[in-house]
């Protein structure tokens, strides 16, 4: 026992003396010495939008969280149009929106590594892109509209890119046990409170006000190329589905295995809709995806067609305008389906009893602008509490076939105005 402590210290001590030099402390530190003009005090000044002309946007995260940037894209354009601004995304994101008509150009920011080291390798590859990529463009303003702990190196980039002006969210996080994971605030000119009680699309729309920048619409956008359309009705028609025909969507994926509700389950509903409606299924996702999909098929005989890993995200949202209604798990395809306009069954792991703040919650990241159901189950299951701690479909399986069959009769019936979560026990 005594050698295993001295092991797991060692460890740890390890990995504080690699990490400690990615923490924002020591790299505003550093930075000082290396260009100084970025770490000016400029935090009593307000940002005056009229005299921006360069505009750096990121948003390095999941694809649901890109979708849902769409809205203060539009309304950062509307409020500046000669500016221009350029986007920063993960490669995964890039075709979503290279054809958006809001930024003048979109950068792809990207990199892997081992687990322990993936942190240091993702500050190295920080600094090198924007080096050479972001300082040489002399931007006026970055801006980071995301809110939570920054995995994704976001608020680095920003300070490496030498922008004058600096706008995010506080991260401040004293949950999260790593220390360079904390208080990224040092590195933004400029920091907004965040508001927990508000959406994510709202959250980015108020880093806008922030400026100073007004807005006008709140609704999520897709940007789909014309070739994108012509493969989706090409596809559904080779495989006879008409435009009368009443087509679903499927997304049974999630990347977290206790956010994912059983596939048997998912071919439950399935069966169901091609009986009681006849409905046609289409399955969404990414290549890891494809068994799932290849399951719901088998369940209906070959009569869904499954378009998981074998589609680009604008042909899965050209898909999307073709359906009448989404069933899935929290996960990205969820948004694009909101921003293609259609209602939502969304199976959450989240109880109802549980924290309702959590990042895990609803409260943040539901369906927006459409009508919408979320089935979650009514209290977590031990030894789950705050939220579900599982690493295999645990609290979710507290939601049933008949929950989801009862949801989506009621979004196809045209019953719901808007969008609320299953009541509670008793209610």
């Known amino acids: 026992m005594k050698s295993f402590n001295t092991v797991f210290v060692a460890k740890n001590l390890f990995k504080n003396i690699i990490f400690w030099p990615t923490s924002p402390y020591f790299t505003k530190l550093i930075g000082k010495f290396f260009f100084s003009h970025t770490n000016t005090c400029r935090r009593h000044i307000d940002i005056d939008s009229f005299q921006l002309r360069r505009l750096l946007v990121i948003r390095l995260d999941n694809i649901g969280d890109v979708v849902m940037t769409s809205p203060f894209?539009?309304?950062?354009?509307?409020?500046?149009?000669?500016?221009?601004?350029?986007l920063v995304v993960s490669p995964t994101a890039v075709n979503?929106?290279?054809?958006?008509?809001?930024?003048?150009?979109?950068?792809?920011?990207?990199?892997?590594?081992?687990?322990?080291?993936?942190?240091?390798?993702?500050?190295?590859?920080?600094?090198?892109?924007?080096?050479?990529?972001?300082?040489?463009?002399?931007f006026d303003l970055a801006?980071?509209?995301?809110?939570?702990?920054?995995?994704?190196?976001?608020?680095?980039?920003?300070?490496?890119?030498?922008?004058?002006y600096r706008l995010g969210y506080s991260d401040e996080n004293p949950d999260e046990k790593e220390p360079y994971f904390r208080k990224n605030d040092c590195l933004f000119t400029h920091v907004a409170n965040k508001n927990t009680t508000i959406h994510e699309v709202e959250s980015g729309l108020e880093l806008l006000r922030?400026?100073?920048?007004?807005?006008?619409?709140?609704?999520?956008?897709?940007?789909?190329?014309?070739?994108?359309?012509?493969?989706?009705?090409?596809?559904?028609?080779?495989?006879?589905?008409?435009?009368?025909?009443?087509?679903?969507?499927?997304?049974?994926?999630?990347?977290?295995?206790?956010?994912?509700?059983?596939?048997?389950r998912f071919a439950d509903v399935a069966l169901w809709f091609n009986k009681e409606y006849g409905a046609k299924i289409i399955v969404l996702g990414g290549t890891e995806d494809d068994y799932l999909g290849r399951q719901i098929e088998t369940a209906l005989n070959r009569d869904a067609l499954n378009v998981a890993g074998r589609t680009t995200l604008r042909q899965s949202c050209a898909f999307l305008e073709h359906c009448a209604l989404f069933v899935g798990n929290d996960s990205g395809p969820k948004h694009l389906a909101a921003a293609a306009g259609i209602p939502?069954?969304?199976?959450?792991?989240?109880?109802?009893?549980?924290?309702?703040?959590?990042?895990?919650?609803?409260?943040?990241f539901r369906p927006w602008g459409v009508p919408y159901r979320i089935l979650r189950p009514k209290t977590a299951v031990m030894p789950c509490s705050k939220s579900c701690i599982a690493k295999e479909p645990h609290c979710i399986l507290g939601v049933s076939v008949d929950d989801v069959k009862k949801a989506a009769a009621e979004l196809l019936a045209g019953r719901s105005c808007r969008g609320h979560d299953n009541p509670k026990p008793g209610h």
């Open 73 to 86: 894209l539009r309304e950062l354009r509307r409020n500046l149009p000669n500016a221009w601004i350029s």
């Open 96 to 138: 979503l929106v290279e054809k958006c008509p809001y930024v003048n150009e979109v950068l792809c920011c990207g990199w892997r590594g081992s687990r322990d080291i993936h942190r240091f390798q993702r500050h190295w590859k920080s600094w090198r892109f924007a080096a050479r990529i972001l300082r040489p463009r002399r």
């Open 143 to 164: 801006v980071l509209p995301r809110r939570g702990t920054d995995f994704s190196h976001g608020a680095f980039l920003a300070y490496f890119s030498g922008a004058r």
């Open 210 to 264: 922030h400026m100073k920048g007004n807005v006008q619409t709140d609704r999520l956008e897709l940007w789909i190329g014309k070739k994108d359309r012509l493969y989706a009705e090409s596809l559904l028609e080779s495989r006879g589905i008409k435009k009368d025909d009443l087509l679903i969507a499927f997304s049974p994926s999630k990347w977290d295995p206790k956010r994912r509700w059983p596939i048997s």
């Open 344 to 364: 939502i069954v969304e199976i959450n792991c989240h109880a109802l009893d549980a924290f309702r703040f959590h990042a895990d919650s609803p409260e943040f």
